[in-house]
Structure formats: structure tokens, C-alpha cells
T-cell receptor
Framework: AQTVTQSQPEMSVQEAETVTLSCTYD???????LFWYKQPPSRQMILVIR??????QNATENRFSVNFQKAAKSFSLKISDSQLGDAAMYFC???????????FGTGTRLTIIP | AAGVIQSPRHLIKEKRETATLKCYPI?????VYWYQQGPGQDPQFLIS???????DKGSIPDRFSAQQFSDYHSELNMSSLELGDSALYFC???????????FGPGTRLLVL
């Protein structure tokens, strides 16, 4: 079975600083997709960034970027210039190509210190 | 841009009652997914539908059933509710063959 592990239950960062959230996954598949979702206090699930496993280039979305290490099965999220609005629970998620379901990690709660 | 719509947003039920949750996907999305998120937990996949047919099934209790209609909206029917069913229920939608799922705001179900 595929698993997603987030080893950091909580992280904190000073406003305007950079923080990296860790995620590792276990799979025997070659075709898959990785995602970071953000869940603020409203509990809405918001897509932050996605990465296709077949792409070597790391995905970037404005202040958010990933470090995708396929051989190590690692998929970390870097948030630059942290803002108060970034405070949320961040979930790493995995989906096999052609399969339906998302498998989530247990989440990392990010606190932004003003 | 239009998002996934879920109704109701909040629901309070007694044990052994039934509940129906509704999901309206993003326009032109043909695939719907249901997830359950318990307090302090990550979302767990329940079931998905494509073109009105069940396409995948996860840890959905036998007391729950779901369907997708011709306009692609979906309903999750929950019977004989238990205290442990109290959770946030998400619906997500996507285009078939596209890997990204977009989530609705969720329905908070409280079973007393």
C-alpha cells in the first residue's frame, strides 16, 4: 500500500522568512502525482502546488516551490517570504496515475510568528 | 471561477438518524470524490464516481451509499448514524484523466 509520511507535526517561522515542510512517500508505481494542500482555520482544502513524477523540473507557484527527489521518494515544500495568511495545516498528498483517490499524510501545522 | 458547492454546510443529527449530503462539481467536471476528515485527522477517501458509475471505493461503511446523477452532481446518503460519523465531509471534483482534484468547502456533520 502507498503511504505518505509527514514527520513534522508542527512548524513555526518568522514572518518574511523561509520554511521547508517535509514529506516522504512509499510507492512501487512509476506514474504518479504529488500535491501539497493547505487547510486554513476555515478548513477549506486549497491546492497549493502539484508535481508530476515524470517531470524532473521542480514545480513552482509564486512563493511556493517543491524539492522533488524521486529516487529518495521525497517531496518537500518551501515557502518563501512567509506571510501571516500562510498559517494553516499543510497536507502532502499522493495519487497514482489513473487511480482515483488521494492518499494524504498526517499534516504539518504551520504557525507564522509576526 | 466557479468552485465545488456542497450543501448543507452544517448538519446536526441524532444517533440512528439519516443524513444526505449534496455535492455540485465545478462546471464540466465529470468525476466526483468523497472524503471524510475526522477531528485532528487527515482526509480519508470514501468513494468516487465517473459518468454516474462508481469508479473507486475506499473505507466507506456499508451504512453509507452514494450516487452521481446525470447533471454530475452527487449525493452521499448516510443511515443509522453513529457518534463516530461526526466529521467534515469533503466533496472534490476533477475532469477525467486530469490528476488535480478541487475540493468543496465541506459539510460539518455532528451526530449527537
Amino acid at each position: 500500500a502507498q503511504t505518505v509520511t509527514q514527520s513534522q507535526p508542527e512548524m513555526s517561522v518568522q514572518e518574511a522568512e523561509t520554511v521547508t515542510l517535509s514529506c516522504t512517500y512509499d510507492t512501487s508505481e512509476s506514474d504518479y502525482y504529488l500535491f501539497w494542500y493547505k487547510q486554513p482555520p476555515s478548513r477549506q482544502m486549497i491546492l497549493v502546488i502539484r508535481q508530476e513524477a515524470y517531470k524532473q523540473q521542480n514545480a513552482t507557484e509564486n512563493r511556493f516551490s517543491v524539492n522533488f527527489q524521486k529516487a529518495a521518494k521525497s517531496f518537500s515544500l518551501k515557502i518563501s517570504d512567509s506571510q501571516l495568511g500562510d498559517a494553516a495545516m499543510y497536507f502532502c498528498a499522493y495519487r497514482v496515475g489513473g487511480n482515483e483517490k488521494l492518499t494524504f499524510g498526517t499534516g504539518t501545522r504551520l504557525t507564522i510568528i509576526p | 471561477a466557479a468552485g465545488v458547492i456542497q450543501s448543507p454546510r452544517h448538519l446536526i443529527k441524532e444517533k440512528r438518524e439519516t443524513a444526505t449530503l449534496k455535492c455540485y462539481p465545478i462546471p464540466r467536471h465529470d468525476t466526483v470524490y468523497w472524503y471524510q476528515q475526522g477531528p485532528g485527522q487527515d482526509p480519508q477517501f470514501l468513494i468516487s464516481f465517473y459518468e454516474k458509475m462508481q469508479s473507486d471505493k475506499g473505507s466507506i461503511p456499508d451504512r453509507f451509499s452514494a450516487q452521481q446523477f446525470s447533471d454530475y452532481h452527487s449525493e452521499l446518503n448516510m443511515s443509522s448514524l453513529e457518534l463516530g460519523d461526526s466529521a467534515l465531509y469533503f466533496c472534490a471534483s476533477s475532469l477525467r484523466g486530469r490528476e488535480t482534484q478541487y475540493f468543496g468547502p465541506g459539510t460539518r456533520l455532528l451526530v449527537l
